[in-house]
């Protein structure tokens, strides 16, 4: 794989990103892509480990190996081909994953992974140059018809593979445009819609129906949609955010991330104008979380112009290095800094809020006091307050980035009967079946709020059980990294 002695040659090499500075007066995307000779390079340094880790870490199982080493050696297409075969959309994660399977490349024990990340974009962006990304509707068609709900990465991965099945797929979103957490809750600075706009294109290419403006919950119903269909696949993601219950939540100048970001978005794609509530210019910003919706607020509060922002984490900081119990290849918890942290902002950890404190019904101060990480009468590790260290922080706008409960699943339950687990969430089986007959749900609304990779994967292993029970028999859409490479 690659060059044998490659990761001793060479030394691992980020992709270039516009300066600072630049990038903070647009919201076009700030990473370039890598130079041809570079690529191979960092292609070539995947080793051959023997046993490769990056598949596990990888809930695509993306062949990782096969298409470093096609890079390196120049054969593009291959690279391509292979990729495709267990990823309906690297583009996406190419931009947006944090890469768990980076997390788990053998040489993240003692030295910097592969770029693989990064690679999955350079692949599948030399592919839509070189056109080699096609449509390629089904050969024949089966008859059923799928309701797909959701056009996020879950509900858009299932209906990509439900599709190319042969049956027909509808795909609903309540939004006026397809594309779901991908067009409205990133921000164009991290994934410009255009990309999203090109892949949609191909999919409705390929026969796939979309109707937007749609909330099945008020029209037509979900029952009533089920009764339509051969079958029915829930993709509506877990949206709900999580809010603060603190005295003086009722000021205003508090938002919830989702709000703050999708309106900027609508900003940014010229459909509507920016509300004063949603504008950080020159105003004092508090992020509460730590995360990475907390960082997109951060990034979105810069750009706007914020005379101030503070992103704060309720927990301690993270150490620089693995701690003993947190052996490779688990997810590493270590300290990291984003792109919209390397762009500017102060940033806060270990500090709880109390209470907000306002004027006029205008949010003006935000109390916290500080916490430090102990150990709990049950041995646990607990957070404890620090004595007098209370402090208040002027704050202008206050976005609320503190994770989200789950989806609105209270009508899904009434008219659809589908079981719900004690969180809220909704409950399936290892083939993603619901309770309710011919019910399927993929992605965030089952799994809860994660990564956008586990969604694609989730959405993909879906349509292989829907499409089991369309042809009461075993699916021929391929499981989870197995080649079927489109062409």
């Known amino acids: 794989m690659g060059k044998t002695t490659g990761f001793q040659e060479w030394k691992h090499v980020p992709a270039p990103k516009r300066e600072k500075s630049e990038r903070l007066k647009d919201w076009r995307e700030f990473t370039h892509p890598l130079p041809a000779d570079e690529a191979k390079r960092q292609a070539g340094r995947c080793m051959d480990c023997g046993v490769p880790f990056c598949h596990q870490g990888c809930p695509l199982g993306n062949p990782i190996p096969e298409f470093n080493d096609a890079v390196y050696r120049g054969k593009w297409k291959e690279a391509f081909l292979a990729l495709s075969g267990t990823h309906n959309f690297p583009e996406f994660t190419g931009r947006l994953c944090p890469a768990p399977c980076e997390a788990a490349c053998v040489l993240s024990i003692d030295q910097d992974p592969i770029t693989i990340e990064q690679m999955e974009k350079e692949i599948i962006e030399r592919a839509f140059a070189e056109g080699w990304v096609k449509a390629h509707p089904p050969a024949h068609r089966t008859g059923k018809r799928v309701a797909v709900v959701g056009s996020g990465p879950a509900g858009l991965a299932a209906a990509a593979q439900l599709n190319q099945a042969g049956h027909h797929v509808t795909v609903f979103e309540r939004d006026d445009r397809p594309g779901g957490m991908l067009r409205y809750g990133i921000p164009d600075f991290k994934l410009e819609k255009s ?74 794609a010229g459909l509507t104008s920016l509300e004063p509530r949603f504008n950080a210019a020159g105003k004092r910003v508090i992020i509460l979380g730590g995360g990475d919706t907390g960082s997109d607020c951060l990034g ?42 390397e762009e500017g902002g102060q940033r806060e950890f270990g500090l709880v809020t109390q209470r907000l404190e306002g004027q006029d019904g205008q949010l003006k101060a935000l109390h916290s006091v500080k916490v430090e990480l102990t150990t709990g009468t049950d041995g646990k590790p607990a957070l404890a307050e620090i004595p007098g260290s209370q402090t208040a922080h002027p704050v202008d706008l206050l976005v609320l980035a503190i994770g989200f409960t789950g989806p609105d699943s209270h009508t899904l339950s009434e008219e659809l009967g589908v079981k ?11 083939h993603f079946a619901t309770s309710a007959e011919g019910v399927f749900c993929a992605g965030d609304a089952s799994r809860g709020a994660s990564l956008i990779v586990w969604a694609f994967a989730d959405g993909r292993e ?13 699916s021929a859409l391929p499981t989870r990294g197995k080649d079927c490479a489109v062409g």
Request: charged fraction near 25%.
């Open 462 to 474: 879906t349509a292989r059980s829907v499409d089991a029970y369309l042809s009461r028999s075993t």
């Open 195 to 268: 990309v999203i706009d090109r892949r949609l294109k191909l999919l409705e290419e390929e026969g796939i129906e979309f109707r937007c403006g749609v909330d099945v919950s008020r029209e037509p119903g979900w029952r009533a949609l089920r009764e339509q269909y051969d079958a029915l696949v829930l993709a509506v993601g877990a949206q709900r955010g999580k809010d603060l219950t603190v005295p003086g939540r009722e000021l205003s100048g508090v938002v919830m991330a989702m709000d703050y970001l999708t309106h900027q978005n609508r900003v940014v």
């Open 420 to 430: 719900l687990t004690p969180r809220g969430t909704v409950q399936v089986d290892s």
């Open 300 to 341: 979105t509060a810069l750009r706007q112009g914020a005379a101030h922002v503070m992103q704060v984490s309720y927990a301690p900081p993270p150490p620089a290095v693995r701690a003993l119990n947190n052996p490779w290849p688990r997810w590493p918890l270590v300290f990291r800094t984003s792109s919209s942290q």
